[in-house]
């Protein structure tokens, strides 16, 4: 069925029951799944020759004979299906009140929403998930943020300019919901995009927020500088002079180390007050690699490491020595050329994870061994002909 008539279909949704609903959106979730899975089947198999033959007989062996074709009888629809069930083993507390705790998604389009985190079970490390944020096969996730509602959102762009809304103006929506445009709620020019979000207190404190580009620049910035009172459109650096998009925040306190990850599995940790005013280039990226998080840590500090197929660490920092400035090369951080994000994952910590299909998990972080040295690390999340793109913490 054409998207055109999945879109008249779906005009209407919100009239249909609520299980209803919800099979609706997971059989069309598993035929998009199903379509990629085949468009990326057959990909390989133009890589591997262009087509299939049927290879000729052996010498001296009978060629085979075809079948005669059996004539094709009408077969009865069949029943409707109940709709299925996420396999929690904690279940969500849905007659509880709506957590305060917000859980994020937005996607590269800028198709956002914000649900209750206690609307989401809990599964075990290495789970399917479920699918949550709705948007079209061309607007896959990119971002997973997890706030109190009562906080502000900072959203960087690929302009190299910021912007601030309250997380409260976010649509709420029910998991597998529909989102609404955040560009448009930000107001961003033709051509702008959101890069990086990080969520923030309503009072701007002391502090400062902590930003890096795709190419592994680094600057930070007061958070009055950034508070309330900001000019929505403020340029953070000369776009042409740094290397990449801003990709990536954090809040810091002045006197703690960062950590900055990169997508092929390196890591620095530095000292933030070794950050100049104008910012740095905080690591020497090897070809085609690029930033894919930063946090602030300390001595005794546990990192989340997650893979784009899924795989997982946490690294103790106390195995990660930190350098006396940025701007080396770095050292492995977890043994994969696709590392997808980073997270605080101290013990009792919760982590969620999100695919790029809009499949979501949420586990325990203790679920993943605590090491010192690079692994290749364990299943956190079970990938089929997708990826994940992003993970937050639990607050």
Known sequence: MSEDRWARRLANIDAYPADARDFIYDLLNEIRTLRRERDIYRQRLLELGGSVNIAPAAPGRPQAVPATPRPVHPRPAPAPRPAPEPQYDVEPDLSAPPSKIMVITVSYDGLSKRTPVNHYGKQRRGGIGIYDLCTRDDDPVHMLVIADKD????AFTNLGQAYRLPISQIPQAEVRGKGEDLNGMLSLSAGEVISALLPVPLESGSGYVTIASQGGFVRHYRRAVLGPGMVQGTSLWDAK?????????????????????????????????????????????????RVAGLLPVKENSSVAVVTTDG????????????????????????????????????????????????????????????????????AVMEIRGDEVVAMAAVL
């Open 241 to 289: 002079e740094v290397p990449g998009a801003p990709v990536a925040a954090c809040l810091t306190n002045g006197n703690e180390h960062v950590l900055l990850a990169t997508h092929q599995g390196m890591g620095i940790r530095f000292p933030e007050s070794t950050i100049p005013l104008r910012g740095i280039q905080a690591i020497k990226l090897q070809e085609n690699d």
């Open 151 to 154: 906080m502000d959102l900072l």
């Open 311 to 378: 795989q997982g660490a946490r690294r103790m920092m106390a195995g990660f020595s930190a350098n006396q400035a940025p701007g080396g090369q770095g050292k492995i951080l977890i043994k994969s050329q696709a590392v997808a994000a980073i997270a605080e994952a101290e013990d009792g910590q919760e982590l969620m994870c999100i695919s790029k299909f809009s499949k979501i998990i949420h586990f325990d972080a203790d679920e993943i061994p605590a090491k010192t040295a690079p692994v290749q690390g364990v």
